[in-house]
């Protein structure tokens, strides 16, 4: 890849899981932004455990080179909840425009069951077609709200939610304007569909309204698991669902491929919950960070 196109972030959730707070309770803010540095990343989104004060996680940030991306924002349009979701969507906004971010990513919780005891293969919610378009409503919205900053809004797809399958981000993507974007996260669609070659169809088709890349890799014998014994997401997350590209069954090399031959700009960032006790985040952050190097040359 051109590595003047990209940038390498990793996600905070290996060493602090904000679905699971008890997943990594003992890591501090400071030992997680010194050890993404350490591990050569220079970009981060933000965690349950970072300072909220702009001038004190700034400095915090710029002594170890680290700088935002982005940071989750849940969405509740489809429950009606309009008006608090702007609402909070504006703070969001500023405090990420304030840390010099660009992308706000974005994933629409409306009856989502990730964080719930429920089979994430069984139980996930299906929208209504009422339901896509206060859904298409409310992102329009959220786009105008965030090109007042200079800032885009990408949709997460991801397990568990109302909008996982290739089928739903197509609905997705032709419900909502052309300035509503993508954030594609290899791991969320492998699970979703046990498909090495469905996850890349969804990233050639959307290539040009990709926004962000998550790189995640996924264990396939741990999927097989969650499958047979309808485990919930967060099991899944326990025993070792994800892990950091390389070290799961995703060939990522065709992934930065298609990314280069369509002259992709933005940031590319590592992102692998699982559980600390087990899989060491500095050391896991390091694998993800050589093979990076290794496969795509940045």
Known sequence: MKAENVKLGIAPIGWTNDDLPELGAENTFEQCVSEMALAGYTGCEVGNKYPRDVEVLKHKLDVRGIEICNAWFSTFFVDGKKAQTLQDFIKHRDFLHAMGAKVIGCSEQSRSIQGLPKSIFNEKTVFTDAEWELLAEGYNELAKLAAEKGMRVCLHHHMGTGIQTPEEIDRYMSVVNDDVYLLFDSGHLYYSEGSQQ?????????????????????????????????????????KGTFTVPGDGVIDFKPIFEILDRHNYKGWMVVEAEQDPAVANPFEYAVKGRKYIKDVAGV
């Open 198 to 238: 469905a996850m890349l169809d969804v990233l050639e088709k959307y290539i040009d309204r990709i926004i962000h890349v998550h790189l995640k890799d996924v264990r396939d014998d741990v999927v097989n698991e969650v499958r047979s014994k309808n485990l919930s997401f967060l099991e899944g997350v326990k």
